[in-house]
């Protein structure tokens, strides 16, 4: 019996490397949709037995990152506009609960560490030649300090489930450096709300931030497969596999674009 616990505890620690390896992957878009996962393939490159290899898979598929396809198996699931809508209107729920808990129950002095770094983001963000991965540091950061805020477990969990979904169709438009600033304004919008405790400003804030992200990925998804589809109702036939696309974008004054204040926000 203590032969037969070590090794499934054994086995339970390759799942878990196995399935963190693959998952990366599928963010990342180094795995694209479609990719068939087969067991022998897929062990004998990340190193594991077949049996803790299905079981990263198996819980790929309940994260809805690997799906099963006929005869060829279990591959990469696709991202279609449908799918985009589907996790922006769960977003909105539970996000916009969030940042008015957290500006309820908030400890200042951490939000303003993030407020500082935030506006930061032009520095970052306006070297073409830098490494972004400072900027998504902060976005995580974000992410952490609602969660920390808000300390309500069964919402950081439905939270969780989102992100995963998010890391990933982030990537439709991480190469879009007018959008990142505008977003890191957007984001910095929300903790000035929530640094002030007012619940109100800081959903409505999160509210445009999830609009807009919403419209530049279908945008940029339309754009993927050749053709724009509305933003408000988009082609649910939109092809359900697809790369990031790195378009050229112009050089822009990012401390410029960061500074300046859109006339108008929507009222939605």
């Given amino acids: ?11 339970m620690r390759a799942s878990d490397r196995a399935y963190a390896v693959l998952r990366g992957e599928i963010v990342d ?4 949709p ?9 062990s004998t490159r990340i190193g594991v037995s077949r049996t803790p290899l299905r079981h990263a898979l198996s819980r790929l598929v309940a994260d809805g990152l690997v799906e099963p396809q006929g005869a060829r198996g279990l591959v990469v699931a696709g991202v279609s506009a449908e799918n985009v809508v589907s996790l922006f209107e769960l977003r909105q729920a539970l996000e916009q609960q969030s940042a008015a808990l957290a500006a309820r129950r908030r400890s200042v002095e951490p939000f303003a560490v993030l407020q500082s770094a935030l506006r930061t983001a032009p520095v970052i963000l306006g070297d073409p030649s830098a490494d972004r991965q400072e900027y998504y540091d902060i976005v995580s ?3 952490h300090e609602i969660d920390v805020a808000i300390d309500s477990p069964y919402l950081v969990a439905a939270l969780d489930g989102v992100r995963t979904h998010l890391a990933r169709i982030r990537r439709l438009s991480s190469d879009n450096p007018a959008r990142l600033l505008e977003a890191a304004k957007e984001h910095l919008a929300i903790v000035d709300a929530i640094i002030d405790g007012d619940a109100q400003l800081a959903a409505h804030a999160t509210h445009v931030h999830l609009h807009r992200s919403q419209q530049v990925i279908l945008a940029s998804l ?23 696309t790195s378009n050229a974008q112009p050089t822009f004054n990012a ?3 960061f500074d300046h204040q859109p006339e108008g926000t929507p009222s939605l």
């Avoid at 878009?29 to 694209?32: E, H, M, Y």
């Avoid at 479609?34 to 067991?39: H, N």
């Avoid at 050749?226 to 408000?232: F, I, N």
Wanted: glycine share 8%; aromatic share 6%; hydrophobic share 45%.
């Fill in 1 to 11: 019996m203590l032969v037969y616990i070590e090794v499934r505890a054994g086995d």
């Fill in 29 to 32: 878009w180094r795995l694209a």
């Fill in 34 to 42: 479609g990719t068939v996962l087969a067991e022998v393939e897929q």
């Fill in 141 to 143: 950061r974000f992410d």
């Fill in 222 to 244: 339309a754009d993927a497969v050749g053709g724009r589809s509305h933003a408000t109702r988009p082609d649910a036939r939109a092809a359900s596999s697809l790369q990031p």
């Fill in 255 to 257: 401390q410029a674009a």
